[in-house]
């Protein structure tokens, strides 16, 4: 973009970025430092922000009596597994969805409303009784099947807007080049869509990595638990609340999510770039 | 990318757009979503409609009488049913409604050739990348009286020793967990809306600005009309959202103090989950998406007209 | 296997279906499948034990007596499944209802007579050996038993209690009471007053969930508030019932001798206060002993104090239970491994680590014992014989008036939007209102 904007008008975009950024990210600073206070600090009327006395023992803790290291194995294999097929399942839907007019495609788009306003909390025993029918209960495959349909109406919706985005004319430029109809959709459409399909990986990899209640019925063994089971375990009766180990176990849980998005935030560029040049 | 790539070209396709021959590509492309959608989200939807005009009970072999609309009739009269809509229709609005402008400003500096913006694209996700058990834990913490981070911001500015309780007071408690509401689901509406920003081409822009369009002009006719259909979705979809929220408040204030804060799912869960009342349960789940319906109807119908132009 | 049947009635599909059918079916069997049966080929079985310790030294003396009893019992193996406390009761409605209920539930009595009402607990009356039902003290065992039957074995109590910042007593000259002799209402609200000076409030509650509580010490002054059993019972709001609750909203308004704001506080939340002298007092289940020893500041002197009394000291007993479910397919055996459990031995290991009170006398001795009576632990020895049944608990309206009446309306009166008189009717159309429920 070569329209220069003045310096002034810089300066107070780096301030409201900043402004947003301790809105959003000061909750994670503050669990890094709780993770490193002993149990005295963290009962101080009026806590410092840096640990006077840092310790690691929280975080031996967190991985000692647990076993936060085999739940987050479990998780990513889960979050991985149901993030893959969510985009595999529903990129070519949200095409059709978007592209052609069908009665199949207004009853999905019915299904994507209704499945996302009635209450889910209600849907879980009906949900409980068919994985138990399939043998699916207290099994990590089971849980994955339900990430997937749980975050396709989003990747759907999402999906299809992108699609929509994405004029037409490009496609029958290519049509009429002599392309096939799938060659138009691999060369023409899916690099457009790489931010889409970007944010909809995401959606699927978090949503599946801090997904808590299926989670919590799905699965009994504690072998098989994810990770917000096993950090829901730091909080015991009456809001007790065990708050180091839970402050370092949840910052080692929140970064596989940001890590996974600090690499891909630089493709929700490069894709659309890929995609004007072969546009 | 697999599926697509297996598939056979064929040479002699139709250009887009011919309707019969390509509603058997559609059919086929949905098909793969077909499966797992039916047998693990509509079956059991189908079976909680169901439930709403039944007078099903949690119980050991329990049996279940169809009641038709006796459910419906006693929500109309059930005054914490209509409070609890009530705080929902409050909290859906106030979330949803800062939720975009808070994120629409965040996408367009996000959006804007600024340093070291990959680390500011990271860490605006951090609410996204944090377990909810953990952030209702975390907000409950900062709001604490006592010990809590806001009161000791306010002590350490020289506001003296202030022991509000945010979440426990009657009139506090539903703004701050707004605030927390707004907080937790920023990521996903800035992403959805960045990518979209990043979907305006950037000719468009150029064009506009060699025209002598400032700033302002440039976003309100070349970006705005652009970003609708994004706009449109991520609001409609936080809306429903917010409206269904349930765990984040769950763990903040489990509907207190006084009821305050009792959203419509949390009632709904009450009543499943502690009482046992399923059928008035999954009534009271048809009657908001009847009521969602409604409310969206316009929003949707626009929405529609768009799509078929 | 299912998947397989997947795959093959794909096939005949086009292959883009096949494609992703194949897929699913690759993850199914990529991340392993089926679970483990319940019950093995030579007469082994195996009971699932759903339990929500949570201290350290609880969850390890869990283990230890899982280890125990399976290496005494090749046969009948029980396998240890933690919940988080917080989660018990949901995972239980599903499970019930999926019928895949663990055989050994670990919950506490409250909770169980919503599922005693549904049927999803077995009767244990039968099942109970005479030593362990000779152990525990009959107003536990009636805190369990609904319709003459027993639905869960008593493990361990909590009470309410005061607890004392020791040095500002002596600063305020305040002599704290002793177990002959106990403070009265009336006295512990003097000391609040006595207590609270300038920055100090003599009392911090953390009154977040007050039903429970108000309810409970109200037996102090014979409020028992509710009358008759089951759809038909009453609820009464007079003179008894009028004490605690009258009393609490005195010292906040009146006396302005409790914080305001603890009341909307978690028990947990008062304790940074309480360390840093904020308050001189707070009133909390005695378990929070394990965190005044844990986390109070060095040189930081505190002391529980014995139970209130008003015309007595008694207090609801809420006892955490092991229930059998109904189906279970081995009762007789999950009920002997909870008699193991209940054993005296047993019972005071894990009272030790949560800080609570043995259900069972001979357990109550024992933790007295191996205690030597410090850290409260002699207080908390003779505190079961306060402890009996309330009749709220097992009434059918309770659990629905708590969460949509009692809570809220307390809560209101508490922040003085309620007149005692008004929130003694709200109470009783509630109570009404859920008893129509069922």
């Known amino acids: ?279 | 990318m697999a599926i697509i790539t297996d598939a056979p070209a064929r040479p002699t396709q139709a250009p887009p757009g011919t309707r019969r021959r390509g509603n058997g590509y559609a059919y086929l492309l949905l098909l793969p979503a077909l499966l797992p959608v039916v047998l693990f989200s509509v079956i059991p939807l189908l079976n909680g409609i169901y439930l709403g005009f039944t007078d099903s009970r949690a119980g050991f072999n329990q049996t279940t009488h169809v009641t038709g609309f006796a459910n419906y009739a006693k929500l109309l009269h059930d005054s914490l049913f209509w409070s609890s809509f009530k705080i929902g229709l409050i909290w859906a609005f106030g979330v949803t409604f800062i939720q975009f402008f808070l994120a629409l400003g965040l996408a367009s500096l996000l959006n804007q050739p600024l340093r070291m913006r990959w680390l500011a694209r990271t860490l605006a996700l951090v609410p996204w990348a944090m377990p909810p058990v953990i952030v209702g834990i975390m907000w409950r913490l900062i709001y604490q009286p006592d010990a809590g981070l806001l009161s000791n911001l306010l002590y350490k500015l020289g506001l003296g020793e202030h022991s509000v309780n945010w979440l426990g007071d009657l009139s506090t408690a539903l703004p701050a967990v707004i605030v927390v509401g707004v907080w937790a689901g920023m990521p996903q509406t800035t992403v959805v809306l960045l990518a979209g920003l990043q979907g305006v081409p950037a000719e468009l822009h150029e064009a506009a600005a060699v025209d002598g369009a400032n700033a302002w002009r440039r976003f309100r006719s070349v970006t705005l009309p652009a970003l609708r259909p994004v706009i449109v979705a991520i609001t409609s979809l936080d809306f429903i959202w917010n409206f269904n929220s349930f765990g984040l408040v769950y763990v903040l204030t489990d509907g207190g103090p006084a009821g305050k804060t009792t959203l419509p799912m949390l009632f709904a869960y009450q009543q499943a989950f502690q009482y046992g009342h399923f059928g008035y349960a999954a009534a009271l789940g048809n009657a908001m998406v009847l009521i969602i319906v409604a409310l969206l109807a316009v929003y949707l119908r626009r929405r529609m007209r768009e799509a078929t132009q | 296997m299912r998947t397989s049947s997947m795959k093959t009635s794909s096939m005949r599909r086009p292959r883009l279906l096949g494609a992703a059918a194949a897929l699913s079916a690759a993850v199914l069997v990529l991340a392993g499948c089926g679970s483990g049966s319940d019950s093995g080929s030579s007469g082994k079985i195996t009971l699932q034990f759903s339990s929500y310790a949570w201290q350290d030294p609880t969850v390890k003396a869990t283990k230890d007596i899982v280890a125990a009893w399976n290496a005494a019992h090749p046969n009948v193996q029980v396998k240890y499944i933690p919940v988080d406390p917080d989660s018990v009761h949901d995972k239980l409605v599903t499970q019930f209802a999926g019928d895949s209920a663990p055989d050994i539930i670990h919950d506490e009595a409250a909770d169980i007579a919503g599922f005693v009402k549904q049927g999803y607990l077995a009767d244990m009356s039968k099942l109970i050996p005479a030593d362990l039902k000779s152990a525990v003290p009959q107003g536990v065992w009636d805190s369990v038993s609904f319709d003459g039957k027993v639905y869960g074995a008593p493990t361990l109590l909590q009470s309410y209690v005061v607890f004392a910042n020791q040095s500002l007593l002596a600063k305020a000259n305040v002599t704290a009471p002793t177990d002959a002799n106990p403070w009265t209402w009336d006295q512990f609200q003097a000391a609040a007053k006595q207590l609270t000076t300038g920055g100090t409030f003599g009392l911090g509650w953390g009154l977040k969930q007050p039903t429970a509580a108000v309810l409970s010490m109200a037996l102090n002054f014979d409020g028992k508030f509710v009358s008759g059993s089951g759809t038909s019972s009453k609820l009464t709001f007079g003179d008894a019932e009028k004490q605690v609750p009258q009393r609490i909203h005195d010292m906040v308004y009146t006396d302005k001798s409790l914080s305001p704001a603890t009341l909307g506080m978690s028990g947990s939340d008062v304790l940074p206060g309480f360390f840093a002298g904020k308050y001189a007092m707070i009133v909390s289940g005695n378990y929070t002993s394990q965190q005044m020893v844990q986390d109070a500041p060095s040189g930081f002197q505190w002391t529980m104090l014995p139970m209130l009394k008003g015309t007595s000291q008694a207090q609801a007993a809420d006892p955490q239970t092991l229930s059998v479910a109904a189906q279970s397919k081995h009762p007789s055996e999950a009920a002997q491994f909870i008699a193991f459990y209940d054993n005296a031995q047993n019972l005071a290991q894990l009272a030790q680590g949560d800080w609570l009170i043995p259900a069972s006398d001979p357990a109550s001795k024992l933790v007295a014992q191996q205690t030597q009576g410090k850290n409260g632990w002699g207080a908390m020895a003779t505190m079961g014989k306060n402890l009996a049944v309330a009749p709220f608990e097992s009434a059918t309206p309770y659990a629905q008036w708590k969460t949509e009446t009692a809570t809220p309306d307390f809560q209101q009166y508490f922040a003085n939007k309620l007149t005692i008189d008004q929130l003694g009717q709200k109470l009783t159309e509630g109570w009404t209102k859920a008893a129509a429920n069922g």
Do not use: C
């Not at chain 1, 006077?52 to 987050?72: I, K, M, W, Y």
């Not at chain 1, 975050?151 to 049509?175: C, H, K, N, T, Y």
């Open chain 1, 1 to 279: 973009m070569n329209t220069r904007t003045r310096p002034a008008v810089r300066v107070l975009q780096y301030l409201a970025l900043a402004g947003y950024l301790i809105f959003l990210g000061f909750p994670l600073l503050w669990m890094l430092t709780t993770a490193f206070k002993g149990p005295k600090e963290l009962v101080e009327l009026h806590p410092s922000l840096v640990p006077e006395h840092p310790t690691l023992d929280n975080f031996v803790t967190a991985f000692t009596t647990q076993g936060l290291a085999h739940s987050a194995w479990n998780s990513l294999q889960v979050s991985v597994a149901a993030a893959v097929l969510t985009v595999l399942v529903s990129l070519p839907a949200a095409y059709a969805l978007a592209r052609f007019r069908t009665r199949l495609g207004s009853v999905a788009i019915g299904w994507v409303l209704v499945s996302q306003l009635f209450p889910f909390i209600l849907l879980v025993i009906p949900l409980f009784l068919i994985l138990k029918q399939l043998s699916l209960v207290n099994t990590l495959p089971g849980l994955v099947l339900v990430y997937v349909v749980w975050s396709l109406p989003f990747a759907l919706w999402m999906l299809q807007g992108f699609v929509r985005s994405i004029p037409r004319d490009l496609e029958e430029a290519a049509a009429t080049d002599g392309a096939s109809r799938m060659q138009t959709l691999i060369r023409v459409v899916v690099p457009l869509l790489a931010p889409g399909v970007v944010a909809t990986t995401l959606f699927s990899f978090v949503s599946a990595w801090n997904e808590f209640f299926f989670a919590l019925v799905i699965l009994q063994d504690p072998e098989k638990s994810t990770v917000p089971l096993t950090l829901a375990r730091f909080v015991g009766i009456q809001g007790v609340v065990r708050l180091g180990p839970l402050a370092a176990g949840a910052f080692l849980a929140t970064l596989p999510s940001l890590i996974v998005f600090g690499i891909l935030q630089r493709r929700l560029t490069s894709g659309i770039m890929a995609g004007a040049v072969k546009g």
